[in-house]
């Protein structure tokens, strides 16, 4: 059994319950704190920045005084806090680990993070099929029948067609069903997030 193509979206969520939040005191006499919990889906930094700015603006606050970026040479981010805002990431699933940043106190000033962003998650998308096996994946046997990283950004469409087609014994001799899921590199099974997976598979006689 072979995997010939298939078809989905770059829909896998990097960003979720568990590390959506980002709290913020608007600059004041009397601080209160904000929590901005961002909506489950797959973000840019770009995309994340853009949505705390406009959260700020429903919010009745300044969106410009915490403006997030890039550094493109160091492949950190960057942030810039004004009008005595003030950012905390100790919060409990704050965003501050998909940013780079350390779980502490920001204050207004120019901050860089002290990690990389770790926007992508993902090293490697695995197809896994219950009925084959041959496959070994990290020293490990695992149904995986192929592994790839998507070649397109969030939110774009992913369409892998094999040319060259690797077959793997199927550990059946009677197919009633075959159940395929999508895992990363670690084995976790992949949020789809409602988009459709098209897939085809080719059998032949060994």
Do not use: C
């Not at 060259?164 to 069903?177: A, F, G, H, Q, W």
Request: no cysteine.
């Amino acid at each position: 059994m072979a995997l010939v193509n298939l078809e989905t979206y770059y829909s896998f969520p990097n960003i979720d319950s568990s590390n959506n939040v980002f709290r913020y005191s608007p600059g004041s006499q009397q601080r209160q704190w904000v929590d901005i919990r961002i909506p489950e889906r797959s973000y840019g930094l770009i995309d994340i920045a853009e949505t705390i700015k406009i959260s700020m603006k429903r919010n009745g606050h300044n969106g410009e005084s915490t403006k997030i970026s890039a550094n493109t040479n160091t492949l950190k981010s960057v942030m810039e806090i004004s009008n005595d805002f003030i950012v905390d990431f100790r919060v409990p699933r704050s965003i501050a680990s998909i940013l780079g940043f350390a779980e502490r106190i920001y204050k207004e000033g120019l901050h860089e993070s002290q990690n990389v962003v770790n926007i992508l998650s993902i090293n490697s998308i695995l197809m896994n099929v219950g009925i084959i096996g041959g496959s070994y994946v990290n020293g490990k046997t695992q149904s995986t029948i192929y592994s790839f990283f998507p070649n397109v950004s969030p939110r774009y469409k992913i369409v892998e067609n094999l040319r060259n087609l690797v077959y793997l014994p199927v550990i059946l001799d009677k197919i009633s069903k075959i159940e395929t899921f999508v895992t990363d590199q670690n084995g976790k099974q992949l949020n789809l997030h409602g988009e459709n997976l098209t897939i085809r598979y080719h059998l032949r006689e060994s």
